[in-house]
């Protein structure tokens, strides 16, 4: 029999030095060269001689889009995937998916992908592709497929549910803006957490760990940033696995 544990681990404080991005360099666009055009006075419509000229408004830099490893689906168990997206203009995005299963629901304001699929569903979803738009370009990630596999039914070992409060600053203070991903650690001792549940989903705010034996667990979580950063471990909390 599985028993279904809740835990709460609070997150509240966790965050990455060096998290937040950079600022920008400042960066001077310098202004075009003019050629002197004799006749320009002459032509209507032309720019008064010496006239400063307008510089050329910067080109639309598309936005990027990536789907880290695609997290194992189990029917009856819940499913979720968020990308990683970015733009360099700082434009708001908006996602767009095909091939999408037709048990998950997908959200277009944030990419995420998440559903629970049934008996029925098991099988191999090929294809999808979760697009990003700047209103300007749209860019697709490489196309995953989600296999949903049977759940294996009378399995021992119980069930701990593993919940945090993400994030939301670096330990700086600034803002976290690159948050990428979780892992929860866990162990039948507070200093030996050897065991990682990675959790791919950037939006996630818990976690099922499955599969253990009775005794006494303990869990603690990192956040992750895109560029692999770990943040320091949360608090350590303990639950008793009947």
């Not at 599985?2 to 400042?26: I, T």
């Not at 009856?76 to 095909?98: E, H, R, S, W, Y």
């Amino acid at each position: 029999m599985k028993h279904a544990l809740r835990l709460l681990v609070s997150l509240a404080l966790v965050a990455v030095s060096g998290y937040g991005c950079a600022p920008a360099a400042d960066v001077q666009q310098a202004g075009a060269a003019s050629t002197a055009d004799p006749a320009g006075a002459s032509r209507p419509g032309a720019a008064p001689s010496g006239a400063a000229p307008v510089a050329a408004a910067p080109a639309n830099r598309p936005p990027s889009i990536s789907v880290a490893a695609v997290p194992a689906a189990l029917a009856g168990q819940a499913f979720a995937l968020t990308p990683v997206a970015a733009d360099a203009d700082g434009d708001a995005l908006t996602f767009d998916i095909a091939g999408k299963p037709a048990w998950a629901n997908f959200d277009a304001q944030t990419g995420r992908l998440s559903g629970t699929p049934a008996a029925g569903d098991v099988g191999r979803a090929s294809g999808v592709v979760i697009s990003v738009s700047d209103g300007k370009s749209r860019v697709g990630a490489a196309a995953f497929d989600i296999v949903v596999q049977a759940a294996a039914g009378g399995s021992a070992g119980g069930n701990v549910v593993v919940e945090w409060d993400a994030p939301t600053t670096n330990l700086d203070g600034s803002s976290l803006t690159d948050l990428a991903s979780y892992r929860v650690v866990y162990g039948q001792s507070s200093g030996a957490l050897t065991q990682v549940l990675n959790v791919t989903d950037r939006l996630a705010t818990s976690a099922q760990v499955s599969g253990l034996s009775a005794g006494t667990w303990f869990f603690a979580v990192r956040a992750v940033n895109q560029a692999g950063q770990e943040s320091p471990l949360s608090n350590v909390a303990s639950r008793l696995v009947p």
